[in-house]
């Protein structure tokens, strides 16, 4: 069992930078993936970048990719995302969530929603001026 907890949203102006965290706690001894999601509204919940504790693998996707950095401090059991230049259409909640396996096969099926098994309860960004 592991637990989520994402904080760092806010409102920010287009081109500026977030420093979004998830903080997990449980089972955090063995090796797992975390990802980061966003759900714009209207809109499904997808999966924009992810990172393997093994080795500290990372995935992007394409849209994110050059903007977003993803990392961990596993001392600190947090995952962080970084968030650079950003978009009005990057405004949306972004969860965080935690999937039990570490394996990444560097494709987008490491950001599908179905692969993660335990959620955070989101935290709100807002790209406008």
């Known amino acids: 069992q592991v637990h989520v907890v994402e904080s760092g949203g806010g409102l920010v102006q287009p081109g500026g930078s977030l420093r979004l965290s998830c903080v997990a706690s449980g089972s955090t001894l063995d090796h797992r993936t975390y990802g980061w999601f966003h759900q714009a509204p209207g809109k499904l919940r997808e999966g924009v970048a992810c990172i393997s504790t093994w080795k500290g693998i990372t995935y992007y996707r394409s849209r994110v990719k050059g903007r977003f950095t993803i990392s961990i401090d596993s001392a600190k059991n947090t995952v962080y995302l970084q968030m650079d230049n950003l978009k009005p259409e990057d405004t949306g909640v972004y969860y965080c969530?935690?999937?039990?396996?570490?394996?990444?096969?560097?494709?987008?099926?490491?950001?599908?929603?179905?692969?993660?098994?335990?959620w955070g309860q989101g935290t709100q960004v807002t790209v406008s001026s």
């Open positions: 969530a935690a999937d039990l396996s570490p394996y990444l096969s560097n494709t987008d099926d490491d950001l599908e929603r179905d692969r993660y098994d335990y």
